[in-house]
């Protein structure tokens, strides 16, 4: 079995910094890291990889210094791992990046063997579109199982793999085919520590860097800015909120009573338009 993971390495969001000038990010100085939902989707890999055999090749598509988050993708386990990396990739949007990881995707299978399942984090910390799992499953024209919380049966020689999948309506229970592409939910796992041997291979091992030409890309007018119809016109922080916490004095009643008095203080129609829902009923 093969399994393919995609990761990105991003920002650390608890130390982003917006300029007060241009409104753009500020990268520079920030450290990065693997995007918190795709650990979710490298540890059900390499669970399934630890029950049922085979390889996990982690791919990501960045500049350069994205190798180090590849590194700690083999600490944890992974047995391979791919860099796509040119500046032709540079300032791609979703549409961009699923048409530049499909192609790798493809030399991946060409190069390695045809993965089973390609896995991703739900979304990304940066984008948060949650765009670019299904964008991949489209251009490979694969079976997706989206915002999967836990995999459950898989049966290599029926070709078949079993998901729950958490909708707004409860969990749904799905069975599908391989080759498949899942997206996984956050809070689904834990990853791994690694063990020492892998910290060992990692630190010695080959990542294997593709151009766009050593991928395979045929057209580089859909990559990196020119392939990117999205525009960011602005990215801004949220403005600080003027109102302060207020201070409930509780006294003798109790801190729900006190709580629910203090919300019909504050707004006085609330309260008149519960009693009328309330006879409603």
Same mark, same amino acid.
């Given at each position: 079995m093969h399994i393919v993971v995609c990761i990105k390495q991003v920002p650390d969001s608890a130390q982003i910094r917006v300029h007060p000038v241009t409104n753009t990010i500020m990268r520079q100085g920030v450290p990065t890291i693997i995007n918190p939902y795709d650990l979710f989707a490298l540890e059900a890999a390499l669970e399934l990889r630890d029950k049922f055999g085979g390889e996990v090749t982690v791919l990501t598509m960045g500049p350069p210094s994205a190798e180090d988050s590849l590194r700690k993708a083999l600490t944890f386990g992974a047995d391979r791992a791919v860099l796509l990396t040119d500046r032709f990739f540079a300032g791609a949007d979703t549409l961009a990046t699923t048409y530049a990881l499909a192609t790798a995707i493809r030399k991946i299978g060409d190069t390695y063997g045809a993965p089973d399942i390609i896995?991703?984090?739900?979304? *990304? =910390?940066?984008?948060?579109? @949650? %765009?670019?799992?299904?964008?991949?499953?489209?251009?490979?024209?694969? +079976?997706?199982?989206?915002?999967?919380?836990?995999?459950?049966?898989?049966?290599?020689?029926?070709?078949?793999?079993?998901?729950?999948?958490?909708?707004?309506?409860?969990?749904?229970?799905?069975?599908?085919?391989?080759?498949?592409?899942?997206?996984?939910?956050?809070?689904?796992?834990?990853?791994?520590?690694?063990?020492?041997?892998?910290?060992?291979?990692?630190?010695?091992? *080959? =990542?294997?860097?593709?151009? @766009? %030409?050593?991928?395979?890309?045929?057209?580089?007018?859909?990559?990196? +800015?020119?392939?990117?119809?999205?525009?960011?016109?602005?990215?801004?922080?949220?403005?600080?909120?003027?109102?302060?916490?207020?201070?409930?004095?509780?006294?003798?009643?109790?801190?729900?009573?006190?709580?629910?008095?203090?919300?019909?203080?504050?707004?006085?129609?609330?309260e008149a338009e519960l009693v009328t829902l309330a006879r409603g009923f």
């Open positions: 896995f991703t984090g739900k979304q *990304t =910390i940066d984008g948060d579109t @949650a %765009q670019v799992g299904p964008g991949i499953a489209k251009r490979l024209d694969l +079976l997706q199982l989206t915002y999967v919380a836990r995999i459950g049966a898989l049966d290599l020689d029926a070709r078949t793999i079993e998901a729950e999948r958490r909708s707004e309506g409860g969990v749904q229970i799905l069975r599908t085919r391989l080759p498949c592409l899942i997206t996984m939910l956050e809070a689904t796992n834990e990853i791994r520590r690694g063990a020492m041997k892998d910290a060992l291979r990692a630190a010695r091992a *080959t =990542i294997v860097k593709w151009s @766009a %030409q050593d991928a395979g890309v045929e057209d580089i007018a859909k990559c990196g +800015l020119r392939g990117s119809p999205t525009i960011v016109k602005k990215v801004f922080a949220p403005p600080p909120r003027a109102e302060k916490a207020a201070l409930i004095d509780f006294g003798s009643r109790s801190p729900a009573e006190a709580l629910i008095e203090d919300i019909f203080k504050r707004q006085p129609k609330l």
